[in-house]
């Protein structure tokens, strides 16, 4: 029987939320994002839905450490600590796919494996699912978008990190790579990571299946939906 996502995970740092506490961020002399307080619980995938333009990449650059905020913060917690955020470990999944070009697949992402400190065997399952293993020795400059798409979401996911951040994980993919997109959604569920997944297709999400924490982004303005 093929192992699932639990198989692989570490017991460490599970349990902990992110509390965003009075998050306000100003790029180019506007305050992109507003005044932001939520706490985002563990083990829970929260969907992040808005037009374009809204701020939800910049919102999601200031979860996962890209973006500093101008005023307020950002804290991991749990009932018996506090842990700050550049000690936390982060996979994110974003527009660019932070993969050398120069290397080919397989050694990309080897490489993250062990920056990450990942297992093998996840790797191996990652690239069986995601159905890569013919464009494992191409550079990655000569793989198209979807297969740098795909490998982008290994990278982000490989050391299974406390704190998973995909940015319209569905663009680019096609209908075997979503599929095996949302069977990996589904594994991470109740694994005490925080999963958070932006996305115009909120509604693939929901015919699916796919349990999930409603939010959205209007104007820099975050909001908690109704279930």
């Not at 890569?132 to 982000?156: D, E, M, W, Y």
């Amino acid at each position: 029987m093929a192992k699932g996502v639990e198989s692989f995970i570490e017991k460490e740092s599970i349990g902990l939320d992110l509390v965003v506490k009075d998050v306000s961020k100003k790029l180019n002399g506007k305050w992109v994002i507003k005044n932001v307080n939520h706490t985002f619980r563990s083990e829970t995938l929260t969907l992040l839905e808005g037009q374009n333009g809204s701020g939800k990449t910049s919102f999601l650059r200031l979860l996962g450490g890209v973006y500093r905020p101008d005023r307020g913060s950002l804290i991991f917690s749990d009932t018996n600590k506090t842990v700050r955020q550049n000690s936390i470990r982060i996979g994110f999944c974003g527009t660019s796919s932070y993969l050398y070009g120069d290397l080919t697949l397989l050694e990309n992402l080897q490489l993250y494996l062990k920056l990450a400190g990942g297992s093998e065997g996840f790797l191996e399952k990652l690239v069986l699912d995601f159905k890569l293993q013919a464009f494992l020795g191409q550079p990655l400059r000569q793989c198209s978008t979807g297969v740098q798409k795909k490998a982008s979401i290994v990278r982000s996911v490989i050391g299974l990190p406390t704190l998973i951040i995909f940015d319209e994980p569905l663009a680019f993919l096609d209908d075997e790579g979503c599929s095996a997109f949302l069977d990996l959604l589904r594994g991470l569920s109740g694994l005490g990571k925080i999963v958070v997944v932006s996305s115009n297709q909120g509604n693939i999400f929901r015919s699916e299946g796919i349990s999930f924490f409603p939010s959205s982004i209007k104007d820099g303005e975050f909001f908690v939906e109704d279930f």
